[in-house]
Nanobody, 122 residues
Framework: QVQLVESGGGLVQAGGSLRLSCAASGFTFSNYAMAWFRQAPGKAREFVAVITWRGGVTAYADSVKNRFTISRDIDKNTVSLRMNSLKAEDTAVYYC???????????????WGQGTQVTVSS
C-alpha cells in the first residue's frame, strides 16, 4: 500500500523558513519521481518542485527558484522541501506526490499525501 505522509507545515512570518518532509512507503522508489505541489484557496493545484529518486535531478517553478530546495534521503525514504525567504503568496496547502514520470503536471502523479498547511504572515 502506497503511503505519502507530509509534515513540517505551520505559520511563519514573511522572510522566514520552513522545512517540509514527506515519508514514503509501499512502492519501488528508484522507479519514481517525487514532487511537491501546492494549492491556495480558490486556485488550481500548482507545481512547486520535482526530483528523480534515482539520480536526484531537480526542477523548480520559477516562483520558487533560488528560494526552495528539494532533496531526498534514499536511506530514510523521505523527500524534503526546504523553503527560505517565504512570502505571503507562498501560503497554501503543500502536497507530496509520487509518479513514474519526471513531470510538472499533477495529472502525471499517481500517489498523493494528505497535504500540510503553510501560512506566511506579512
Amino acid at each position: 500500500q502506497v503511503q505519502l505522509v507530509e509534515s513540517g507545515g505551520g505559520l511563519v512570518q514573511a522572510g522566514g523558513s520552513l522545512r517540509l518532509s514527506c515519508a514514503a512507503s509501499g512502492f519501488t522508489f528508484s522507479n519514481y519521481a517525487m514532487a511537491w505541489f501546492r494549492q491556495a484557496p480558490g486556485k488550481a493545484r500548482e507545481f512547486v518542485a520535482v526530483i528523480t529518486w534515482r539520480g536526484g535531478v531537480t526542477a523548480y517553478a520559477d516562483s520558487v527558484k533560488n528560494r526552495f530546495t528539494i532533496s531526498r534521503d534514499i536511506d530514510k525514504n523521505t523527500v524534503s522541501l526546504r523553503m527560505n525567504s517565504l512570502k505571503a503568496e507562498d501560503t497554501a496547502v503543500y502536497y507530496c506526490a509520487a509518479g513514474p514520470d519526471y513531470s510538472r503536471s499533477p495529472g502525471q502523479y499517481h500517489h498523493w499525501g494528505q497535504g500540510t498547511q503553510v501560512t506566511v504572515s506579512s
